[in-house]
T-cell receptor
Framework: GNSVTQMEGPVTLSEEAFLTINCTYT??????LFWYVQYPGEGLQLLLK?????DKGSNKGFEATYRKETTSFHLEKGSVQVSDSAVYFC?????????????FGAGTRLAVHP | SQTIHQWPATLVQPVGSPLSLECTVE??????LYWYRQAAGRGLQLLFY??????ISSEVPQNLSASRPQDRQFILSSKKLLLSDSGFYLC???????????FGPGTRLLVL
């Protein structure tokens, strides 16, 4: 079946540190991959996405590359800020019963300290 | 892109009371609509999805139900709340044929 596995948090970093949040997936076919971000007390916001192998999604300094050979979609940022503190969800899109279903990982909490 | 509205933002209800959470969508017609629940500190569980008016599919058996009386309105209901219904409820919308879902701000429900 389809599933998403993320590294467990929390991830605690100092401001300007390099960030990596690992995400691997299991899927039939070639799903699209997403990263969503959830700030405290809010809903989820789409951060970036990639629709095919070797695509790189990027937004707000975050990047993730769709790696088919390692079934991974790791999120990276070169220099984090305190305002990046949030929960990050990796997800894949799978066609199910005629509609596109998003399957989420458990989420990784990021805390950035000044 | 779509804009998803949800209300109320926060709700405290006694066990056994009814529930009605509303979600409305702007910026698209005939969206696919979804209700998710997020338990404290955990990921998202898909509860219901709808591809059109009156068309509801349930992902998991539970104490809740959903309805879609209008194209851009999606309602989550319960006749009698349980303690285990507490959580953060998120509505999402997506365009048919496209994979990206857009989320509302969520409703935090506490059942006491």
């Amino acid at each position: 079946g389809n599933s998403v596995t993320q590294m467990e948090g929390p991830v605690t970093l100092s401001e300007e540190a390099f960030l990596t949040i690992n995400c691997t997936y299991t899927a039939t076919g070639y799903p699209s991959l997403f990263w969503y971000v959830q700030y405290p007390g809010e809903g989820l916001q789409l951060l970036l996405k990639a629709t095919k192998a070797d695509d790189k999604g990027s937004n707000k300094g975050f990047e993730a590359t769709y790696r088919k050979e390692t079934t991974s979609f790791h999120l990276e940022k070169g220099s984090v800020q305190v305002s990046d503190s949030a929960v990050y969800f990796c997800a894949l899109s799978a066609l199910s019963g005629g509609y596109n279903k998003l399957i989420f990982g458990a989420g990784t909490r990021l805390a950035v300290h000044p | 892109s779509q804009t998803i509205h949800q209300w109320p933002a926060t709700l405290v209800q006694p066990v056994g009371s009814p529930l009605s959470l509303e979600c409305t969508v702007e910026g698209t017609s005939n969206p696919n609509l979804y209700w998710y629940r997020q338990a404290a500190g955990r990921g998202l569980q898909l509860l219901f999805y709808s591809v059109g008016i009156g068309q509801i599919s349930s992902e998991v058996p539970q104490n809740l139900s959903a309805s879609r009386p209008q194209d851009r309105q999606f309602i989550l209901s319960s006749k009698k709340l349980l303690l285990s219904d507490s959580g953060f409820y998120l509505c999402a919308g997506g365009t048919s044929g496209r994979e990206t879902q857009y989320f509302g701000p969520g409703t935090r429900l506490l059942v006491l």
